[in-house]
């Protein structure tokens, strides 16, 4: 099988899983109305996915270590597609938010394994970068999409269509997977999966962001502390099991590499500040400035132009020229001035003086903020490292996008929507300082030649 067939094939697969990381955003508000919901309910249509997609990550890349990864990818597949359709016939909201827990763990599924097929097919050199480039303009164009796709969508075939387009692509793919995707004919180490400790992260997260939406809706009653007390002890646990376990899902040793651990932080930090806001302001679009979905999409146009044409592009070559801590501290900057756009921001004002410029800053800022704590992060791992560090940043990535409209939804629920665009603004300081105080400068030849996208692995350093 020529290998950039199968990448094509590839390729169409994330960006699916991309598009649909981002094209709900769009559909909330729709969404929220059919059902008659709380924005603080309607979150956990978001909220659960990013929570799946982050508890599973780990354990489903060490799946498609040790199990055959054509068969792994498959099962991931079919699992994110039976979930889409099911997703979009809900009759209820509690089965709803089941299908996009599913949804979550089918993309846990499959991320990891398209990945790593992908790098078997290209050998290392030339063609395995311009494949990775390639890689990377795809998920970047996928997730600036979301928010367009799903306007139009939503606009003419309804809220429910945003889950129906995944099916007849995901139908297609798992047809063609064993004419397309090589067969593993590897030798597959044997050792144990770490199911203790993916359970008690998973179930500490789940109940983490539940305990936090909670405080609106509840007045942080003694039922939320219990869950909140709960989810700390279930995240202590994981931290004491992974001492101890034979096969831990995220090894000691790599807390030990210089600049992950702060690297980390300032991703968790900035997709927080991200999510938050471009979730919200969706919600202030439509609801507040009572645009339709298909405007909404469009007015989200030039901050995926920003993303994707720009920030993106120049992220990797500007941390060649001024180093980490330059593209964090200039990407920073952006990030906190889009925050604080969006919070002063109020229904009604013009297009141009408040949403425009608050979501171009968000976009941009969170870009260069983003590629400074993964590139940082990632330029002291050990190459056989390399999967488990990105598995541990892009975990955080989702916990962040569901802790960050957890938060989000619980002061708008409480004093306003202004208040989601505070936890937007507070995110991007934290982002902001971490990423100019606690990064290390690392050297010109550790950089990659390529920017890395949410779920991408990160594989494009030299050496």
Not at 6 to 21: E, H, I, K, Q
Not at 377 to 396: F, K, M, Y
Request: with cysteine; glycine share 10%.
């Amino acid at each position: 099988m020529p290998p950039w067939r199968s990448f094509a094939f590839l390729s169409v697969t994330f960006f699916m899983l991309l598009l649909d990381f981002s094209i709900v955003n769009v559909a909330l508000p729709a969404i929220e109305s059919a059902f008659g919901l709380p924005i603080s309910t309607a979150q956990w249509v978001i909220s659960t996915y990013a929570i799946a997609l982050a508890g599973f990550l780990m354990l489903a890349g060490r799946c498609s270590d040790l199990y055959d990864r054509r068969v792994v990818f498959a099962i991931g597949l079919g699992l994110f597609t039976a979930a889409s359709f099911v997703g979009g016939v809900s009759p209820n909201v509690a089965v709803l938010v089941a299908m996009r827990a599913l949804q979550g763990l089918g993309a846990a599924i499959v991320t990891p394994s398209a990945m790593a097929i992908l790098m078997e097919i290209f050998p290392s050199g030339d063609e395995r970068n311009r494949a990775l480039g390639l890689w990377n303009t795809v998920g970047s164009a996928g997730i600036a999409a979301g928010m367009l796709v799903g306007g139009v969508l939503v606009q003419y075939l309804g809220w429910r269509s945003v889950f129906f387009v995944n099916v007849p692509v995901g139908i297609a793919i798992l047809a063609l997977t064993p004419f397309v995707i090589p067969k593993d004919e590897r030798v597959r180490p044997r050792m144990p999966l770490d199911l203790i400790g993916s359970a008690c992260l998973t179930s500490g997260l789940v109940l983490l962001i539940f305990s936090i939406e909670s405080v609106a809706d509840r007045s942080a009653d003694w039922d939320t502390w219990v869950e909140l007390a709960f989810a700390v002890l279930l995240l202590v646990a994981f931290v004491l099991w992974e001492r101890r376990a034979k096969s831990p899902l995220i090894p000691a040793r790599l807390f030990r590499y210089e600049n992950l651990v702060p690297g980390t932080i300032n991703t968790f930090f900035e997709v927080a500040a991200y999510v938050a806001a471009f979730i919200f302001s969706s919600v202030l679009a439509q609801q507040g400035n009572h645009y339709s979905p298909l405007v909404t999409g469009l007015a989200f146009l030039p901050s995926s132009i920003a993303i994707t044409a720009i920030a993106g592009p120049l992220s990797a070559p500007m941390v060649k020229r001024i180093g980490v801590r330059g593209v964090g501290f200039f990407g920073g900057i952006s990030l906190m001035a889009g925050a604080l756009m969006l919070l002063l921001t109020r229904p009604g004002m013009p297009y141009w003086a408040g949403l425009l410029p608050g979501t171009v800053l968000i976009g941009f800022g969170g870009m260069w903020t983003y590629q400074a704590g993964v590139i940082a992060g990632l330029s002291a791992v050990a190459t056989e490292d390399q999967g488990l560090a990105s598995g541990l940043i892009n975990a955080s990535v989702q916990a962040a996008s569901s802790i960050g409209v957890g938060l989000a939804a619980a002061l708008s629920m409480a004093f306003g929507l202004p208040w989601a665009f505070v936890v937007s603004l507070v995110a991007a300081v934290l982002a902001f300082v971490t990423s100019t105080f606690f990064l290390r400068p690392i050297s010109p030849e550790s950089a990659p030649d390529r920017h890395y996208v949410p779920m991408g692995k990160a594989i494009a350093h030299r050496g």
